[in-house]
């Protein structure tokens, strides 16, 4: 993977989690923030962190950003801030700008400012979290589109002794596995005369209402 060079402006609880992510992962990264003790707090984890308001025209300008591969706007619950920010970032031609939203219609200005990217990180959260509650077995969910989903199961106790061969997972259910795991390892693409244990985990792939058999 190529090392990118990445400014995210708002250090609060998402932003400085999503910059110590990345700077861990060898990125270079730049954190702003207005409040200096924020950015004091985060300054030993990340490549650079700087205290400005992005609001200000002068202050942003001055950070250099059409020059970074990506800046990730985190400001999310001061709506004036996140789209001045934003509308500043467009006007300053920064190369991508990803930016969060905590409801539709913030993120549908956001759109019209043009930022290439809107996300929802607290309501994608939650979407995963009522999944794991309300399905029993659930160990982990990826909604991949309106209607299909991946999903990380415990072992079926159907499958439990038998082989994926021999399950009619396909043409009983209609459903996919892309993965059995066991333990640290993951088996990808699984091999479909894995004899499947009772503590493995089984990566299901198709629609949500075939993948309710196996999780209702
Ligand atoms: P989170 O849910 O990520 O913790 P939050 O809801 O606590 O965020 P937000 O209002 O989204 O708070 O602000 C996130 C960060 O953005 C804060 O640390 C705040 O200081 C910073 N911030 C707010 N306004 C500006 C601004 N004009 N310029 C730079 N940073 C700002
Ligand atoms: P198919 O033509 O349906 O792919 P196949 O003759 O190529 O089957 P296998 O790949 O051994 O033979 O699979 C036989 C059956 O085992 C499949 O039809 C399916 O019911 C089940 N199966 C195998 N692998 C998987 C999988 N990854 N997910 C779901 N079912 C599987
Ligand atoms: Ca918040």
Redo the contacts with the bound molecule.
């Keep these: 993977m190529k090392h990118k060079t990445i400014a995210v402006?708002?250090?609060?609880?998402?932003?400085?989690t999503i910059a110590k992510m990345l700077a861990s992962m060898n990125h270079e990264v730049l954190g702003?923030?207005?409040?200096s003790e924020?950015v004091q707090k985060i300054s030993p984890f990340i490549t650079h962190a700087i205290v400005?308001?992005?609001?200000?025209e002068e202050a942003i300008k001055a950070l250099a950003l059409s020059q970074f591969d990506l800046v990730i706007v985190?400001?999310?619950?001061?709506l004036q801030?996140?789209l001045?920010?934003a509308m500043l970032l467009k006007e300053l031609d920064a190369p991508k700008i990803v930016a969060?939203a905590e409801n539709n219609i913030q993120g549908k200005m956001l759109h019209k400012i043009g930022v290439d990217q809107v996300i929802y990180p607290?309501y994608d959260m939650a979407l995963r979290l009522v999944q794991f509650l309300t399905r029993d077995h659930v160990m982990d969910y990826l909604q991949l589109s309106k209607n299909i989903s991946l999903i990380e199961i415990k072992m079926p106790s159907f499958l439990v002794g038998s082989c994926l061969k021999d399950s009619n997972l396909r043409e009983k259910y209609n459903l996919n596995a892309v993965g059995i795991r066991r333990g640290e390892d993951l088996e990808v693409p699984p091999n479909p005369s894995t004899i499947l244990g009772e503590d493995d985990k089984l990566l299901v792939i198709g629609n949500n209402s075939d993948l309710d058999a196996l999780t209702m």
């Design positions: 402006i708002g250090l609060g609880r998402f932003g400085s702003v923030d207005i409040d924020v400005a308001d992005t609001t200000d985190a400001i999310g619950g001061n801030a996140n001045m920010t969060k607290e």
